[in-house]
T-cell receptor
Framework: EAQVTQNPRYLITVTGKKLTVTCSQN?????MSWYRQDPGLGLRQIYY???????DKGDVPEGYKVSRKEKRNFPLILESPSPNQTSLYFC????????????FGNGTRLTVT | TQLLEQSPQFLSIQEGENLTVYCNSS?????LQWYRQEPGEGPVLLVT?????EVKKLKRLTFQFGDARKDSSLHITAAQPGDTGLYLC???????????FGAGTQVVVTP
């Protein structure tokens, strides 16, 4: 089954404790992206990747890191999480051209205390 | 700053009524996409509109792309409880990859 898999689904952590949210897709998509979703703000793009070893900042990259060493994986790293990073995070993947659909994972609910 | 403005933010209607959701921008988009998101899940693509003035139908849902490719609308005819969800518009205003989303319209259809 074609899918985007995020782990974990839920995560509660404390300020400053490094964490990684994993994202994996099995559709051989070149494009992958991370979003955070907050009430009233919709989905805001954190980082995106056009292909292996190619990443770029979205609209809200501060406090986040990503890497794209393999085509299927695109982990999101929070080196020193803070409470304002409490949010619902989504990973998405897609093919070119630009008007192809984005396929989303089921989200990771992160709480930073 | 939200590049794509959606209105209304919330819509509650009775089963059988019609509704329209709007997505507006001051920027030109090469295409716009509409997604629906249900609680606990990621957004799922409904449609992509590419050509200015284009109208696409998906059963009881009608999508329109403005002639100037700056706005789009979603019209639902005879809404059903299964139409309940968060409707999001999305597009790429400039460089490829920087997908922008609207804040969404929460639609609730009660029986």
């Amino acid at each position: 089954e074609a899918q985007v898999t995020q782990n974990p689904r839920y995560l509660i952590t404390v300020t400053g404790k490094k964490l990684t949210v994993t994202c994996s897709q099995n559709m051989n998509h070149e494009y992958m992206s991370w979003y955070r979703q907050d009430p009233g703000l919709g989905l805001r793009q954190i980082y995106y990747s056009m292909n292996v070893e190619v990443t770029d900042k979205g609209d809200v990259p501060e406090g986040y890191k990503v890497s794209r060493k393999e085509k299927r994986n695109f982990p999101l790293i929070l080196e020193s999480p803070s409470p304002n990073q409490t949010s619902l995070y989504f990973c998405a993947s897609g093919t070119q051209p630009y008007n192809s659909p984005l396929h989303f994972g089921n989200g990771t609910r992160l709480t930073v205390t | 700053t939200q590049l794509l403005e959606q209105s209304p933010q919330f819509l509650s209607i009775q089963e059988g009524e019609n509704l329209t959701v709007y997505c507006n921008s001051s920027s030109v988009f090469s295409s716009l996409q509409w997604y629906r998101q249900e609680p606990g899940e990621g957004p799922v693509l409904l449609v992509t509109v590419v050509t200015g003035g284009e109208v696409k139908k998906l059963k009881r849902l009608t999508f329109q792309f403005g002639d100037a490719r700056k706005d789009s609308s979603l019209h639902i005819t005879a809404a059903q409880p299964g139409d309940t969800g968060l409707y999001l518009c999305a597009g790429e205003p400039d460089s490829w990859g920087k997908f922008q989303f609207g804040a969404g319209t929460q639609v609730v259809v009660t029986p």
